[in-house]
């Protein structure tokens, strides 16, 4: 909603988005009656879906395998040629490592940057509600490890490790470990958006399994789901878990996607999630 304020009050002509949000269909299909938008992005596709006369970039549309595919981070700068480590870090950011391994082993090289530590201080900025800071600061860098420098992007990472590391402390006491699933759901309270945070740390605590961590925003649940299983595919599993729920939305990446459903139907999702999971492994 933010966003859609922003846009309109700068009433553009012409609209470039970057990583399609899955709850953005609908707008830019109506917007795109009355300006030019040009879509790129790297996620599953919904299929039948219709976005007008908005023009979409996406590697999905031409069959690309999924370890091939590339963030949009790296589209864009395939497409533009300027910026490469930025591009290296939100491909970092995006976990799209598979996909550019030698873009990224060069531009580490090139900077003798370690990208894994600095995405912490761009992802905390974003995660404390001040994306539009990470666009100045990385404009004002003249190498990516001066982002590490940055008073506000140190003090944001410190606010963000520190919340992240009370939450993970607690998930042992709080989650729900479905071990015949090899599932964990851990529903967390924070001010914060900490939902994608946390579930990529606890899926490097539990290889092979599958992670939820949810939270309640209103009369919808929302969720941040990773999965290192060999056999899940979380953009299948969950579009057959929400198939018979109204209102709800999901989708991503093959290991790493999000999904909101309505509050009251938590349990009816989780439950047919359990479902497809075992089903998967067969």
Known sequence: DNVQRQIAKLQPDNLIILDLGVEAHEYIRSKSRHMKIMVVDHHHLRENTDFGRALIINPHLFNIPEILNPATAHLSYIICQVLDWASALGSIADKAHPSCQEFLKKTSKKYNADFEIIKNYTNAADVLRNSEYIVTAILQAKKPQDLMKNAKLVAYEKEFSTEVDRLLQMH????????????????????????????????????????????????????????????VNLVKTIASAISKLRNATGGGHAKASGCKVLLKDRERFIETFIKLVKESSI
């Open 172 to 231: 042992k006491e709080k989650a729900h470990f479905y071990k015949d699933a090899k599932l964990v759901v851990y529903d967390i309270e924070t001010k914060y958006s900490l939902r994608g945070g946390i579930s990529n740390k606890l899926q490097q605590l539990y290889k092979g399994w599958t992670v939820i961590i949810g939270e309640e925003q209103g009369k919808s649940y929302a969720m941040s789901l990773r999965t290192s299983s060999d056999s």
